[in-house]
Each structure stands twice: as C-alpha cells, then as structure tokens.
C-alpha cells in the first residue's frame, strides 16, 4: 500500500528512492545473445551509461550524435564505432542508414532541448526535428530493408504532463521549450504504438528513464537540477531499463511504455488524453515531412 502511494506522489516514484524500491523486485534473467546495437545520443549520461552496459553484455555499439569529442571518447569506453550524424538533418540521417547493411536493435535516446529556438538544416524546429523526425526517418529507412530488430524509443516522464498537440510545431509564434520537448516525447510514444500495429515483424518499445542527475538536465533545466539534486537517479539507474529491454529474452508486448521495467500507462492524467484521429494524423504528418529523404 505505502509503495502505491509512493508511486502515485510522482516525486518518489520518479525519484532514487524509486528506483531502489522497485529494484526489490527485478529478477535476474539470462540475456540474449547480442549483435549490432545502434544507439542516437550514446555519449553522454543515460545514453552513454546503457551503451556501456550493452557492450558489456557483448553488443557491437553504433553510437550516432553530433560531437566528435565526446562521440570518440563513448567509442573507446564501449569499444563500438562513432559515427557523426546531426539527427535534426534528415538528409545526413538518410545517408547514415544507408551505410546500415546487417540487422540492428536501434536505442532513439537523442534528446537535447536548446534553450532558444532553433532550426534545423531543412527548416524544422530543432526538438521535433531530431527526437520526432530523424528517428522515424531512421525507422523508414532500416524497415523497408528489414533491417530492425528491436527498437526503445527513450520518452521522458515529462510526456505526462502533454496532450500531443500538432499545432504550430514550428513554434513560430512561441517557444515554450519545456512543452516544446514534452510534445515531442508524447509524440514519440503515439508513434511506438503505431509503428507496433504496423510493423508486426518488429519489437518496439519506449521507456522513461525517471529523474537523471546529467548535464543535458544541469544545462536545459538547472533549477530544476538545484533542487532535486539529493533524489535525482543516476546515469546507471536511468540507463537500467533500456538495457532490459535490449537483453531480455522474451521482449513482451509490442508497441508498450516501461519503467523500472514494468509497463506503466502512457497516462496519468485524463486531460492529456489523445484526441481521435491525432495520432494517425502525427503519422501522416511524421511521413509527409521525411517524404523524399
């Protein structure tokens, strides 16, 4: 009961002190033999700590992100190869898949949020470009050649607090970066449940990470930072979901939201509920605006 009222406080549901709860609960399981794990994001916190633990457990990491530094230094820790792709590019992200020539688990954990507006090389806004439309164009393109194995979407808790609105997604006329990033990660999970229904041959899966002590966190919200910093996860423990989801035996349903590896609602508030039909027009939206990449 008390562990119920925990969960439902947000805070110490997302917090450390969750984690360490509902470890009490994981079960050690054999993890399946790993090959090619590409990873957007994988150089730093939660990124870089899962792909570390993924090669540890015998995955070749593809780590795609836009700084070479910290690209090449993620390559040596985990042994895997650096590959620099700016995700907001669709043209760049197109070419990278192509050099994609053997099936791939795919962890999408790209996910900075600038702290002003800003535009990405084909004229999207840089948020919804790289977490919305780089990664279901590197989806598109891995798919149509069979190419995908199992895919985790990485979302944020942050989309439960966001009805997906597919208004001004330019954000021409404001830049509210917090909701910006929010819409984008409850877009990310319409799209896990879609592609799900569509692509049966596929395993997708999102997950939140909880509250994560990083940088992206100190740089993009450092107020926040300042005071949750005593409660706030590590990188490893963020990270300890991801890596379930890519080793696990047995994946589960299909096109479902995981935390603390156990599936949760991709609600918790009635007023952030989709309206009909939103979701299949984020589709088609996602498909007209990588139409020919």
Partial sequence: MLGKLLDRSVVFDFD?????????????????PLGPVLMTG???GI???????????GAEMLLWARNPDRGSHAAERTGGVFVPVDLGDLEAVAAASEAITHPVDVVLN???MPLERTLSAQGHEL???SQVLGHTLLLEKLNARQLLRRVVWVSSGGAYTQRLDLRDLSCEHAYPRHSVYANAKRAQLELNALLAERWPEVHLAAMHPGWVDTAAVQHSMPWFRAVTRPILRTPEQGADTIVWLVTRPEPGPSGRFWFDRAEVPVHRSRSTHTRPGDAEALLDLVRSQIEGF
């Fill in 16 to 32: 450390r002190t969750g984690f360490e709860r509902h470890a009490r609960r994981f079960i050690d399981e054999p993890t399946r």
């Fill in 47 to 57: 990124g870089l700590a899962a792909a570390e633990a993924l090669a540890q457990a």
């Fill in 127 to 129: 948020i919804w470009a």
């Fill in 42 to 44: 994988g150089t730093a």
């Fill in 110 to 112: 790209a996910g900075a």
